[in-house]
């Protein structure tokens, strides 16, 4: 079992920036790869950035180039640094760990994401 606790959200002005972290600890040696996904309100859960465990990385088309995934392999911990920020990335933000081998998803209680002025 892997447990995922994550932090960072708050409210924040349009254009401003946030850094969420997740915490995986656990059997983290089975952990692949990770990512964060969001969920706004009567909208689907939408992934938002993934990085494997060899650093490369994945972003949706709508926060390339204002988000940035970064993973510290030591310290268990994923990143997600969020700049610009838009009314529209108002969301609750869930952090995801995939199990290398059977690909078994686990998941955050979320953190929320709110931008507005």
């Known amino acids: 079992q892997v447990q995922l606790v994550e932090s960072g959200g708050g409210l924040v002005q349009p254009g401003g920036s946030l850094r969420l972290s997740c915490a995986a600890s656990?059997?983290?040696?089975?952990?692949?790869?990770m990512g964060w996904y969001r969920q706004a309100p009567g909208e689907e859960r939408e992934l938002v950035a993934s990085?494997?465990?060899?650093?490369?990385?994945n972003y949706a088309d709508s926060v390339k180039g204002r988000f940035t995934i970064s993973r510290e392999i030591a310290k268990n911990t994923v990143y997600l640094q969020i700049n610009s920020l838009k009314p529209e990335d108002t969301a609750v933000y869930y952090c995801?760990?995939?199990?290398?081998?059977?690909?078994?998803?686990?998941w955050g209680q979320g953190t929320q994401v709110t931008v507005s002025s």
């Open positions: 995801n760990a995939e199990h290398a081998t059977t690909l078994v998803n686990y």
């Open positions: 656990g059997s983290i040696f089975s952990i692949g790869a």
């Open positions: 990085i494997t465990r060899g650093h490369i990385t």
